[in-house]
Nanobody, 123 residues
Framework: VQLVESGGGLVQAGGSLRLSCAAS????????MGWFRQAPGKEREFVAA????????HYADSVKGRFTISRDNAKNLVYLQMNSLKPEDTAVYFC?????????????????WGQGTQVTVSS
């Protein structure tokens, strides 16, 4: 399975970005997907997850109400819509494929990772 993120960039505080993750491989539609992020000098942290059919979503408290995760299994794509961005959202954002149909916030629940896309929010 290969995961390729896109959509990162530089945005002012209060702005929006939509990240995309393109997945290869037939297992995509059977597995949960997640987004994580890592800021300089910090550990990778969970952002959001979505179950295999998209019926269940889960968010970190820091992004709840501002970010929305979604997926299109027909196109092998998963999205992260980010609104009301803050400077503290600045990080490299990673897409990850879960080991099972439902996954939570633990990195060990994911076994495939993309290379990441940089998001920078200026104040």
């Amino acid at each position: 399975v290969q995961l390729v993120e896109s959509g990162g960039g530089l945005v002012q505080a209060g702005g929006s970005l939509r990240l995309s993750c393109a997945a290869s491989g037939r297992m995509f539609s059977n597995n949960a997907m997640g987004w994580f992020r890592q800021a300089p000098g910090k550990e990778r942290e969970f952002v959001a997850a979505i179950s295999w059919r998209g019926a269940s979503t889960h968010y970190a408290d820091s992004v709840k109400g501002r970010f929305t995760i979604s997926r299109d299994n027909a196109k092998n794509l998963v999205y992260l819509q980010m609104n009301s961005l803050k400077p503290e959202d600045t990080a490299v954002y990673f897409c990850a494929a879960g080991r099972r149909a439902i996954a939570g916030s633990g990195p060990v629940e994911y076994n495939y990772w993309g290379q990441g896309t940089q998001v920078t929010v200026s104040s």
